[in-house]
């Protein structure tokens, strides 16, 4: 308890005399983190970006600590060294009973930051070990690396859209609307088909019904499934369209 209470304190002060008076519901938000997973902003575990806590990858590494394992393995047939495009499966076992969470990530030079071009493997690598870690312990889109891919745009056509990418990666790493908007984008889907697709997902009646834990996660099924095999996807999201116009497609 007194170590926990040194860490909880000293993330209050360190909180303060980096990012100024924050409102108290950062600072409770912030507590309620220390206490879950008793992560240090001065190790550099926990960061503010856009009035949000965000968890950085030394972070959900301390927190899988805890687990039994982590098993990584690279997806042979989403792999091209020659174009420098990766993509890797991680599974998490929090216990030797666990049937493991699983995660996936990939990268290739247009969906990492040209700080990291070059790395792309390792990029891809680090992503599916921290979907893996949020995925076991039900954490949130809250990783640096996680906004970073958020960040960039898919392919030159999408960074002609989109607004330039700002040094520090930060640039619309909490929304996850635009995430979603980005996947429509990139694969031409039907916005309209892709709403319906995830309240069912979610399991509400209303998309606005569901957590934003459960929109994260949709968002990320949708992406994974799209880049491995589009028409799947639109064969499920053709699932939503009228009666008349099923006709009109057969």
């Known amino acids: 308890m007194n170590k926990s209470g040194a860490v909880l304190r000293s993330n209050v002060r360190m909180a303060k005399r980096i990012w100024g008076n924050l409102p108290a519901a950062s600072i409770g938000s912030l507590k309620e983190l220390?206490?879950?997973?008793?992560?240090?902003?001065?190790?550099?575990?926990?960061?503010?970006?856009?009035?949000?806590?965000?968890?950085?990858?030394?972070?959900?590494?301390?927190?899988?600590?805890?687990?039994?394992?982590?098993?990584?393995?690279?997806l042979t047939e989403f792999c091209n060294p020659t174009l420098s495009r990766y993509a890797f499966k991680a599974t998490l076992?929090?216990?030797?009973?666990?049937?493991?969470?699983?995660?996936?990530g990939d990268a290739d030079p247009s969906t990492v930051s040209n700080l990291v071009?070059?790395?792309?493997?390792?990029?891809?690598?680090?992503r599916a070990v921290d979907r893996a870690i949020r995925a076991a312990y039900a954490i949130g889109i809250c990783?640096?690396?996680?906004?970073?891919?958020?960040?960039?745009?898919?392919?030159?056509r999408e960074a002609k859209k989109l607004p330039p990418h700002p040094a520090n990666g930060s640039y619309g790493g909490?929304?996850?609307?635009?995430?979603?908007?980005?996947?429509?984008?990139?694969?031409?889907?039907?916005?309209?088909?892709?709403?319906?697709?995830?309240?069912?997902?979610?399991?509400?009646?209303?998309?606005?019904?569901?957590?934003?834990?459960q929109v994260e996660n949709f968002v990320q099924h949708l992406s994974d499934w799209a880049e491995k095999n589009r028409g799947a996807v639109l064969d499920q999201l053709n699932a939503y369209l009228p009666r008349t116009e099923k006709e009109g497609v057969a």
């Open 117 to 126: 071009q070059g790395a792309e493997m390792r990029v891809a690598e680090t």
């Open 34 to 74: 220390t206490r879950k997973h008793s992560l240090s902003i001065r190790a550099g575990e926990i960061l503010l970006i856009d009035d949000r806590w965000y968890i950085t990858h030394s972070g959900l590494l301390r927190i899988a600590h805890r687990c039994a394992g982590i098993q990584v393995e690279a």
């Open 93 to 104: 076992y929090r216990s030797r009973s666990c049937k493991g969470f699983v995660g996936h």
């Open 143 to 156: 990783s640096i690396e996680e906004i970073g891919a958020i960040a960039e745009p898919q392919s030159p």
């Open 174 to 213: 909490s929304k996850v609307r635009d995430r979603l908007c980005q996947i429509i984008r990139q694969h031409q889907l039907d916005a309209t088909l892709v709403k319906s697709y995830a309240t069912d997902f979610c399991g509400v009646k209303n998309l606005r019904e569901a957590t934003r834990e």
